[in-house]
């Protein structure tokens, strides 16, 4: 079985692209990788790994991940989106190579469930395993949505299964580089919450459990028709609550307690704040291109 193409955008990856590319060598037919004009050695190391490498400039991972596919010269039947610090376990390997072969033409996408690795334990609690993710698709049948923060893959033509051998988010930087990433993303969240408000742009909001993940569809449907609409002092707090005591994060030992209070308060609290923040900067502006503008002007984002 090597009929997919997988696609991985990268950024100084060079401590988790060799690993993320030999995880999918069972699989994969060619690997492309979409940098962002790395300063390190990802390119290289990608290259010699056998991947094929374009660049491109970065704006945000959906249009990043669009450009990719409108770009790479695939020629597989099926497209599989990884990232770099994610890697293809071996179960999933033996399970995509045993099952793809007799797919029904009336199947679309495919499912994969991911595990999330944190300062080396397996975050098995607090609602995080398994995550559903649409993450394999055929060639011509997929796409990504233009968000700036939460975008998931969306197919067309058919429907979706789950296969159930797992993958891993598994970065290997330090506390330093998870903080400093959240913050970003933070940024990117308090745009796309701030848009949905405003309706500054355009933003997609075709994700629907039967063109994508159902898991990944009920989440966002919950975000955005609740949690976004609680002040953030309260929500941030009580999803904190919800993930490590009713959900069971607790049993997470000390590594799940470090990752589930940064990424399930202090990050929601972040994201709050932010949106806060740049609210106040712009209460006073009335016309869209001047909100813009200064949305831009602030977070230094290509808006």
């Not at 993450?135 to 700036?148: H, L, S, T, Y």
């Not at 970003?184 to 909001?205: C, H, M």
Request: net charge neutral; charged share 25%.
């Amino acid at each position: 079985m090597h009929d997919i193409d997988v696609i991985i955008l990268t950024y100084n990856e060079e401590r988790h692209i060799a690993r993320a590319i030999a995880a999918v060598a069972p699989i994969a037919k060619t690997v492309f990788v979409i940098d962002s004009y790395s300063t390190d050695r990802t390119v290289d190391i990608a290259r010699e790994n056998g991947a094929v490498v374009l660049q491109n400039k970065f704006v945000n991972y959906a249009k990043q991940f669009m450009w990719g596919l409108d770009n790479a010269p695939t020629t597989a039947a099926w497209i599989m989106r990884l990232d770099a610090d994610e890697i293809i376990e071996p179960d999933l390997a033996v399970e995509i190579q045993r099952r793809m072969p007799s797919i029904g033409e009336d199947v679309a996408g495919i499912n994969l469930k991911r595990k999330h690795i944190f300062l080396g334990r397996w975050v098995r609690h607090g609602g995080r395993y398994p995550l559903v993710l649409l993450r394999i698709w055929r060639r011509g049948q997929g796409r990504i949505e233009d968000r700036w923060m939460d975008e998931h893959i969306i197919v067309w033509g058919g429907r979706t299964v789950t296969f159930d051998g797992s993958f891993s988010d598994w970065n290997l930087n330090d506390l330093t580089f998870f903080t400093e990433k959240h913050n970003k993303y933070a940024t990117r969240e308090a745009i796309d919450v701030i848009n949905q408000k405003y309706g500054l742009f355009y933003r997609d909001v075709e994700l629907a459990s039967e063109g994508g993940s159902w898991q990944a569809a009920v989440k966002r449907l919950v975000k955005e028709r609740i949690y976004n609409k609680v002040p953030f002092q309260i929500s941030a707090l009580s999803y904190f609550v919800y993930r490590y005591i009713f959900q069971l994060g607790f049993l997470d030992g000390k590594e799940g307690l470090i990752y589930h209070f940064l990424q399930g308060f202090w990050y929601r609290f972040l994201v709050g704040a932010k949106i806060y923040e740049l609210e106040t900067a712009i209460a006073h502006l009335r016309d869209k291109t001047e909100i813009v503008a200064e949305l831009r002007r602030l977070t230094k984002l290509d808006i």
